[in-house]
């Protein structure tokens, strides 16, 4: 039997995205040494701060492979719970399916050479995702220019100890990358930073990083995605783009303008909304249509709005990722209330329907396949999940990852390989847990 389709699933990670969920103590057991614990590397995405648990998984898997975020929250609907050596989630009460978690990979008990823990410099996300965030520290929490408001990333860190390194080195990230791909996990790779003091330009310590990866694994061109604030000087782009990243992204996050001016007065008064509009236009120009993104923190405001503002940008050759807002804990939004699961299922529809009609780079299977990510790394986003259910990509079995060993339709290089007993307690539909 099948427990779910693969709609079902997405909409059951949109609302977890949104909604997060409540684990049991018992469900935890491994956390940290089979399944792979969250290790916070960039924004702290739970809704409540997490108490009285050492370790907490850090993404859920459903059958089919979707992976969401697993996100504190005491008082959502979702609980995690386990039964009979089965994990399971489960709503209001009711059963939905068995999950798993994310196979904990071998470098996160190692150390760098200069002697910090690997999982510090760089974490997973998803299956195969490799993340740095370097410097882990955003320049609009300090001074009087002020924070984006839904954002929590300086005091977010601080509510935490198992988190990554403020700064990392460039060949420290390179011996992670080669220690990863060595373990026959291809990645996706996603440098981000936050925004520097004013004066002051990120790309250069992005360039290292991508220069130190091809020192370490060999590889030419880095599959994934330079995540950055725009320099002010935008010709800076032309060297990143030379390094060989795949795709850039500035993240605009929102589109009406009085909006953002409200909600990002530190950006506001660094940048202005049309320098990043500038920027990812220039991007374009370098990387190729459907190569400069900007990710949109999706719920802050409406449907009509933001729809607008993705059919604009899809014409300049820019696509926006719609990443559901989520009411972070110490952020000035902490306690508000995003759309619901459905209100994002639908707004994601919607986005790709306007891709395949006029960006086809992204809106079509050849945007599946050969762009930064995939449904296995890009826990945050629906993006690469609607999009393999509007294309009928992998619909009846696991999503097969790519990265830059991988030869995109034909291998499954970037999943921990799922062991045969736990794959078919999934096909054959026998589980204790539905005696409950």
Known sequence: MAWLTLEQEIYHKAGLSVDGANIEPAACEGVGDIYMEKVWWLFVYDVQKQSGLKNV????????????????????????????????????????CPIEFVERPAYYSKNTSSGKPMKTIGTIRGKHGLMVCTPLFCANWVGDSGPCKYCNMNPGMDEYDNKAVTKKQADEVGEVAAALLSEGVDFHFVCSAGQPPAGKSTVPGHIELME?????????????????????????????????????FLNLEVWNRDLYNYLCPGKTKRYGQQHYIDALVRGAELWG????????????????????????????????L??????????????????????????????????????????SEKGYWEQFGCPSCLTISLHFDVLRLRHNIDTDGLPAPHGPKGQYRNEKKGCFPAKPKELNRFLNGKSEVLTL
């Open 289 to 320: 249509r459907g190569y400069s993104w900007s990710g949109m923190v999706a719920g802050l405001e409406d449907k009509k709005s933001i729809l607008e503002g993705v059919k604009i940008m899809a014409e300049k050759g820019v696509p926006m």
């Open 57 to 96: 998984p850090d993404y859920i898997v459903f059958p089919k492979g979707t992976i969401a975020d697993f996100r504190w929250n005491s008082q959502s609907s979702y609980w995690i719970r386990k039964n009979d050596g089965i994990i399971y989630l489960e709503k209001n009460g009711k059963f939905i």
């Open 322 to 363: 719609m990443q559901p807002w989520v009411p972070m804990v110490a952020s000035e939004l902490e306690g508000h209330r995003s759309p619901e699961a459905a209100w994002h299922l639908d707004l994601q529809h919607k986005v790709l329907e306007i891709y395949e009609d006029c960006l086809p780079e992204v809106g």
């Open 212 to 248: 130190a990866i091809k020192k370490y694994t060999g590889l030419e061109k880095i599959p994934g995605t330079a995540n950055l604030s725009p320099p002010d000087n935008l010709d800076e782009l032309e060297p990143l783009w030379a390094s060989g990243i795949q795709s850039l």
